[in-house]
């Protein structure tokens, strides 16, 4: 056993990109922490800085370069700094990185976080130190799993890794790697350990989490087994996940949102584009019509329940007749709340090879959509005018003597409450709407 060193550095992350992500910060802190590391909120002053990058889009990534290179000033003003690339980027270009901005250190691709305090001291002995493995031992194991301290009341629990379905866009299945499930008990203990925390919410995060298939005591545990043995956790009081694929929505998890209250009425299930020939160039094995039936029979089981998705649009071929197509998907679901990019190939994956649609064909879809899904999202938020809703507060809102909270539909509610409602859920009468929130007052 070595014993930890206090703190005694200080360590910054800039967290780039999804939910994950966001996740994934948090344990790499924690993984330090025995190397005499805690976070600070600014980049200056800091011995190591952290990049935990994304590599979804094409602007994702540059970003990341831009940044490094403002960081350069940092680093003249104090030698001694050690800077990293960590996430996404880190596992695609790996080398290059080194290459092409010298002043980085080290670069440690997602499945290799828990290798971090090596890396850290190779780093810090003047050498450079890589490593985008994808080793046999489990990264969570390693990494002991337990988050140390949640921020608030909402928290990620990330329960599935990695995708194996390819979609010709994407590069998650090449950054990420081949699918794999978190066991379930070590999922529960996490879950049972952030309700002791006072963690009244949790986001199971996966890249394919509704493909979830986790080791459970007695067999192979669905999602929606996993769900609802978290669900029976004292003091978890909502669930949520993210993101899910059309084709894994099995019919054990459509039945859990129409009978667990504890699972939030709020789904993200990206479907890319509403024309078929797209969705088989894309590589989604499965058709507008399918999902739409699919939409109907989660309605069917939940029918107050928000729709979100994601959209692609100017993928390869594209003509204007596909992405009418799409538009007509976007008024047939109805959508409470959307993430709409322009396509953006990206090296090593199918569709970066083809034809490539104009950009400014790509940007008057792109605005054309977003008009759509902002419509949908005001008449979603209006809608919610006049209704009760359970609000989870999160923090102290922008006004004296209001909060900001969570509604059961993920929207943001301000309200006039007390301080002592923080960190708890409330009923709360929905009486207005701004552009991205809502404004009530408790009720009952
Ligand atoms: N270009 C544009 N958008 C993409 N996404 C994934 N890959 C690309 C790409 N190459 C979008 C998809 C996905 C979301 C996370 O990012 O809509 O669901
Ligand atoms: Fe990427 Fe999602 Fe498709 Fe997997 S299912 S390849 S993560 S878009």
């Not at 699918?179 to 008990?185: F, K």
Request: charged share 25%.
């Amino acid at each position: 056993m070595t014993s930890p060193t206090p703190p005694t550095r200080k360590l910054f992350i800039r967290t780039y990109g999804c939910q994950m992500n966001v996740y994934d910060s948090e344990r790499m802190a924690e993984a330090l922490g025995p190397s005499g590391y805690e976070l600070t909120d600014s980049a200056e002053g800091a011995d190591l800085i952290l990049l935990n990058t994304c590599h979804i889009r094409e602007k994702a990534a540059e970003k990341v370069y831009s940044e490094l290179g403002r960081l350069r000033a940092l680093k003249v003003e104090n030698p001694d700094l050690k800077i990293g690339v960590a996430g996404c980027v880190a596992q695609a270009e790996g080398e290059e990185i080194l290459r092409r901005q010298p002043l980085v250190d080290l670069v440690v691709g997602p499945q290799s976080y828990h290798r971090l305090p090596e890396l850290e001291a190779r780093a810090r002995q003047g050498g450079k130190a890589l490593d985008t493995d994808f080793p046999e031992e489990d990264k969570f194991d390693r990494l002991g799993g337990r988050p140390k301290a949640p921020r608030g009341p909402s928290a990620f629990l990330t329960v599935q890794e990695g995708c194996d379905k390819f979609c010709a866009f994407c590069v998650v299945p090449y950054t990420r790697g081949a699918e794999a499930s978190r066991p379930a008990s070590q999922v529960l203990a996490e879950a049972r350990d952030l309700a002791e925390r006072g963690v009244r919410e949790i986001t199971l995060l996966g890249q394919n989490v509704n493909a979830y298939h986790g080791a459970g005591p007695d067999g192979d545990w669905g999602l929606a087994r996993l769900i609802r043995e978290l669900a029976a956790i004292d003091g978890i009081d909502r669930l949520r996940y993210t993101t899910s694929h059309p084709n894994d929505m099995s019919d054990d998890l459509i039945a859990a949102h129409g009978e667990l209250p504890e699972l939030m009425p709020y789904l993200h299930l990206p479907v890319q584009s509403g024309s078929d020939r797209m969705l088989k160039a894309m590589n989604r094995k499965h058709t507008a019509e399918d999902y739409l039936r699919l939409v109907e029979r989660v309605r069917a089981a939940r029918p107050d329940i928000l729709m979100s998705g994601d959209f692609i649009v100017g993928f390869p071929g594209e003509t204007e007749a596909d992405f009418e197509d799409t538009l007509a998907l976007v008024r047939a679901v109805s959508y409470g709340q959307c993430y709409s990019f322009k396509y953006s190939p990206r090296p090593g994956t199918p569709a970066a090879e083809r034809d490539q649609v104009d950009e400014d064909v790509k940007t008057d879809r792109l605005l054309r959509l977003q008009a759509l899904l902002t419509d949908q999202q005001v008449a979603a938020q209006a809608a919610m005018v006049g209704r009760r809703v359970g609000v989870l507060f999160e923090k102290a809102g922008r006004m004296p003597g209001q909060l900001v909270g969570k509604s059961d539909h993920l929207q943001a509610v301000h309200v006039e409450a007390p301080e002592t409602l923080l960190g708890r859920i409330a009923e709360v009468a929905i009486t207005g709407t701004a552009p991205n929130s809502l404004a009530g007052v408790l009720a009952g």
